[in-house]
């Protein structure tokens, strides 16, 4: 059963940047599609992004689009958020999630695809 862990949260202004990282353990994240969400205080769940476990295809919420960019590096068991030009509505806890080896791609954006969680980072982004 695979494990994951967020890092790399924090307080940043608009505009700036921040990287996030999903480290994963007992089990090796290439057979997992990942997806990120995150939940601001008083939402519902939002996605993120997401990649796929085979060919690595990427998704990404409308509110994220050419800001965000989710990468994945399989030797280190990682999967990464880098996050530019941040805005205070970006503000929320960021989850991790994977999904092993679904049979198709159509449902990365969607929150019960996925089996495992991580704990969530907190980002704030203040004006």
Sequence with gaps: ????????????????????????????????????????????????????????????????????TISRDNAKNTVYLQMNNLKSEDTAVYYCAADFKPATSRLVQFDYAYNYWGQGTQVTVSS
């Design 1 to 68: 059963q695979v494990r994951l862990v967020e890092s790399g949260g924090g307080l940043v202004q608009t505009g700036g940047s921040l990287r996030l990282s999903c480290a994963g353990s007992g089990g090796s994240l290439r057979s997992y599609s990942m997806g990120w969400f995150r939940r601001a205080t008083g939402k519902e769940r939002e996605f993120v992004a997401a990649i796929t476990w085979n060919d690595g295809s990427t998704k990404y919420g409308d509110s994220v689009l050419g800001r965000f």
